[in-house]
């Protein structure tokens, strides 16, 4: 398991060792739930079910969501570190759903979104940025505010442009291309 490690800023490089350390990146021949292929598979959970990794990752995402008034992040891979950040900055967070709530209330998040707040999307992974997408439309059909989203890696396969064209800024920790570094 990885232990924690000095404060400051961790490097892209630092962070990809880190992820690649807790086993939340393989590489092989794999099938991604897109149908696409891909010769890394990158699973963060792995990486978020150990405290020490999960300590690094949310002090590398709190610095950051400076600006925001609350974070926001998809069940079920952006939970552990959306409440790690909120932790780490003391701002309040919001859960959304994939899909809303059939019944009771039915509603697409679990917390509080207040008109004209800003809100910060968290991620951990993004490839073509279709689930960001569908954040940031139940975040401003709520009325708050999204220009930011910050995932952990970025599979460099479109989410960076396709969240430009509706004005929110993708900020990641790690790049794929990062990932594969020199072995590729």
């Known amino acids: 398991m990885t232990k924690p490690t000095a404060e400051g800023p961790a490097s892209p490089a630092e962070l990809a ?4 350390a807790a086993g939340a990146v ?5 099938t991604l739930t897109s149908g696409e292929s891909s010769d890394v598979y990158i699973d ?3 990486a978020w079910t150990d405290p020490g990794t999960l300590r ?7 610095q950051r969501v400076g600006g925001a008034d609350r974070l926001a992040g998809m069940e079920l891979g952006a939970v552990p570190l959306v409440v790690a950040v909120a932790l780490e900055t003391g701002l309040p967070y919001v859960v959304l759903r994939k899909e809303a709530k059939q019944h009771g209330t039915r509603q697409a998040y679990e917390g509080t979104l207040v008109r ?17 997408a569908r954040s940031v ?3 401003r059909e709520a009325g708050a505010l999204v220009e930011e989203a910050v995932t952990v890696v970025d ?9 430009a064209g509706l004005g929110v800024r ?15």
């Open 116 to 132: 004209g707040e800003r809100v910060v999307l968290l991620e951990d992974v993004t490839t073509t940025g279709g689930s960001t």
């Open 56 to 62: 690094r990752l949310a002090r590398a995402l709190a």
């Open 44 to 46: 963060v959970k792995k």
């Open 137 to 139: 439309g139940i975040v």
């Open 155 to 163: 599979r460099e396969r479109g989410a960076r442009e396709l969240l």
């Open 17 to 20: 060792e880190l992820l690649v």
């Open 26 to 30: 393989r590489f092989g021949h794999f």
């Open 170 to 184: 993708l900020e990641s920790l790690v790049r794929l291309s990062e990932l594969k570094g020199p072995r590729t």
